[in-house]
C-alpha cells in the first residue's frame, strides 16, 4: 500500500508541479505576490520524487504491477476498436 501511495503522488504530483512552475514563473513577470505558493506546489513534486528514491524496491515492483495492467488495458481497447 506504500508503494502505491508513493507512486501515484509522484504521478500526480506533476499537475501541481506544473502550476507551480507556472506561478513562479507569473510571480517574476508581473511582481505579484505568488512566488511562494508557486514554490510550495513545486515542493509537492520534489518531496514525492524524494519518497520514490528513498523506497526505490518497493515502488519498483508496483511500478511492474501498473506497467502489467496498462497493457492489459490498452490490449482491451486495442481489440475493442479492432486494431489487433
Not at 506561478?23 to 520534489?46: C, K, N, Q, S, Y
Not at 518531496?47 to 504491477?65: A, G, P, T
Not at 488495458?73 to 486495442?78: A, E, R
Amino acid at each position: 500500500m506504500k508503494a502505491k501511495i508513493i507512486l501515484y503522488g509522484w504521478v500526480f504530483s506533476l499537475l501541481p508541479m506544473m502550476a507551480g512552475i507556472g506561478t513562479m514563473e507569473w510571480a517574476m513577470e508581473t511582481g505579484d505576490r505568488v512566488f511562494i505558493p508557486g514554490l510550495l506546489l513545486f515542493m509537492i513534486f520534489v518531496l514525492f520524487s524524494y519518497l520514490v528514491i528513498k523506497n526505490k524496491d518497493i515502488v519498483d515492483e508496483e511500478v511492474k504491477r501498473f506497467d502489467l495492467c496498462f497493457d492489459r488495458v490498452f490490449k482491451k481497447i486495442n481489440r475493442w476498436l479492432g486494431i489487433d
